[in-house]
């Protein structure tokens, strides 16, 4: 599976931004499709997940509210939708996939996200 993240930006703070991550090749009903976040001179961290089939979604607390993911089966594609975006939320995304939990195989390039003041 190849993954193809894009939609990154410098966008003020308050803005908004959408992320795509296309893949290519089969993504299985009980695979997750991951997106994690690596700020500058930050480890990398989690951001938000969906489940592949059931559609569930996950986010982690920084995000919640504001972050939502979402997934286009007929595009094989996962988005996330970020609003009100902060200075914190500057860093460099990726998302990945291929397994339902644990490390995933298969990760993007990344897409750079810069939010200023």
């Known amino acids: 599976v190849q993954l193809q993240a894009c939609g990154g930006g410098l966008v003020q703070a308050g803005d908004s931004l959408r992320l795509s991550c296309a893949a290519a090749g089969r993504i299985f009903s009980s695979w997750s499709v991951v997106w994690f976040r690596q700020g500058p001179g930050k480890e990398r961290e989690f951001v938000a997940n969906?489940?592949?089939?059931?559609?569930?979604?996950y986010y982690a607390d920084s995000v919640k509210g504001r972050f939502t993911v979402s997934r286009d089966k007929g595009e094989n594609t996962v988005y996330l939708q970020m609003n009100s975006l902060k200075l914190e939320d500057t860093a460099v995304y990726y998302c990945?996939?291929?397994?339902?939990?644990?490390?995933?195989?298969?990760w993007g390039q990344g897409t750079q996200v810069t939010v200023s003041s």
């Open positions: 990945a996939t291929g397994a339902s939990s644990g490390p995933s195989r298969y």
């Open positions: 969906i489940r592949w089939g059931a559609g569930n979604t």
